[in-house]
């Protein structure tokens, strides 16, 4: 029997490419977002393709209504839409720092929620998140990702040990620098941070920020990287609670277990804004 999946933010990066694998290891895959044009790909290769927010209560439910209409049944959720809101604290409105976390962190919860009826039900099921590495060290120039992040993990952690007795797993994917078009998304939030009142006072930082983030992600792991983990929490006996993809995502983590912060506060700043 197929195993059925649905997947936020599949447009792009980690998203598009967990959706292609699991449509090649013969899954069936509710592939979400909110620009369906560039998933034509993946509804050539078999996807469901469907518009979906998550930020709006009814898109996710129009979703999970749709998959268990046609289905009967959600195996794998894969919570993986997300941007960084860019550049330091006090450039934020409020508004911006609440849309950052009803993407991240609200977003996730309203998927889970949607799935955990009918994979209680059916007494099993994969809850996949992705959070990052950030959620264990933080950086200036993007601290409010990182908070969102922090709270992923937290949920995680929590929905972990609550859906154990129904059959459920649940895992965090927590990938470092990945080659994606996240700066698309992400690089106009520095933009308006820039254009802040106060912003003169953080201008050197925000320009190394800019040109350091910037060749991190170039230079980040492929997206098919990420995909293999996730696709061995979707399928795995046995799935990790944590995986850690890629090697700045395991330093990262080393460091702060090792280093503690009097290091890491020294050498962080100089990886993003000096």
Same mark, same amino acid.
């Given at each position: 029997?197929?195993? %059925?999946?649905? %997947?936020?933010?599949?447009?792009?990066?980690?998203?598009?490419?967990?959706?292609?694998?699991?449509?090649?290891?013969? =899954?069936?895959?509710?592939?979400?977002? +909110?620009?369906?044009?560039?998933?034509?790909?993946?509804?050539?290769?078999?996807?469901?393709?469907?518009?979906?927010?998550?930020?709006?209560?009814?898109?996710?439910?129009?979703?999970?209504?749709?998959? %268990?209409?046609?289905?009967?049944?959600?195996?794998?959720?894969?919570?993986?839409?997300?941007?960084?809101?860019?550049? !330091?604290?006090?450039?934020?409105?409020?508004?911006?720092?609440?849309?950052?976390?009803?993407?991240?962190?609200?977003?996730?919860?309203?998927?889970?929620?949607?799935?955990?009826? /009918?994979?209680?039900?059916?007494?099993?099921?994969?809850?996949?998140?992705?959070?990052?590495?950030?959620? /264990?060290?933080?950086?200036?120039?993007?601290?409010?990702? !990182?908070?969102?992040? /922090?709270?992923?993990?937290?949920?995680?952690?929590?929905?972990?040990?609550?859906?154990?007795?129904?059959?459920?797993?649940?895992?965090?994917?927590?990938?470092?620098?990945?080659?994606?078009?996240?700066?698309?998304?992400? =690089? !106009?939030?520095?933009?308006?941070?820039?254009?802040?009142?106060?912003?003169?006072?953080?201008?050197?930082?925000? $320009?190394? *920020? +800019?040109?350091?983030?910037?060749?991190?992600?170039?230079?980040?792991?492929?997206?098919?990287?990420?995909?293999?983990?996730?696709?061995?929490?979707?399928?795995? !006996?046995?799935? $990790?609670?944590?995986?850690?993809?890629?090697?700045?995502?395991? *330093?990262?983590?080393?460091?702060?277990?090792?280093?503690?912060?009097?290091?890491?506060? +020294?050498?962080?700043?100089?990886?993003?804004?000096?």
């Amino acid at each position: 029997m197929k195993k %059925i999946a649905f %997947i936020t933010g599949a447009s792009t990066g980690i998203g598009h490419a967990s959706a292609k694998l699991m449509l090649q290891n013969g =899954f069936t895959v509710y592939a979400t977002a +909110r620009r369906v044009e560039l998933m034509q790909d993946l509804q050539e290769m078999g996807a469901k393709v469907m518009r979906c927010d998550v930020t709006k209560d009814e898109d996710i439910l129009n979703v999970v209504d749709a998959i %268990i209409a046609d289905e009967g049944r959600i195996d794998v959720l894969f919570a993986n839409a997300g941007f960084c809101l860019l550049g !330091p604290v006090e450039l934020h409105s409020p508004k911006d720092v609440a849309y950052q976390f009803d993407v991240n962190v609200v977003g996730c919860g309203r998927a889970v929620a949607a799935v955990l009826p /009918h994979m209680r039900k059916q007494g099993s099921g994969r809850i996949i998140i992705c959070s990052s590495a950030a959620g /264990h060290v933080s950086a200036p120039g993007m601290a409010w990702y !990182p908070a969102t992040k /922090h709270a992923q993990q937290g949920l995680a952690d929590g929905l972990r040990m609550e859906v154990k007795e129904f059959g459920i797993h649940v895992s965090l994917i927590e990938p470092g620098y990945i080659d994606t078009d996240i700066d698309n998304a992400s =690089f !106009p939030y520095l933009d308006k941070a820039e254009k802040h009142p106060d912003a003169a006072a953080y201008a050197e930082q925000m $320009k190394v *920020f +800019r040109e350091k983030w910037g060749k991190g992600i170039d230079n980040g792991a492929s997206p098919d990287t990420i995909a293999k983990v996730v696709l061995h929490a979707a399928t795995s !006996p046995k799935p $990790k609670r944590r995986y850690h993809p890629n090697p700045d995502a395991k *330093f990262a983590i080393i460091a702060k277990r090792f280093l503690g912060y009097g290091v890491l506060d +020294r050498i962080l700043p100089g990886q993003t804004i000096k």
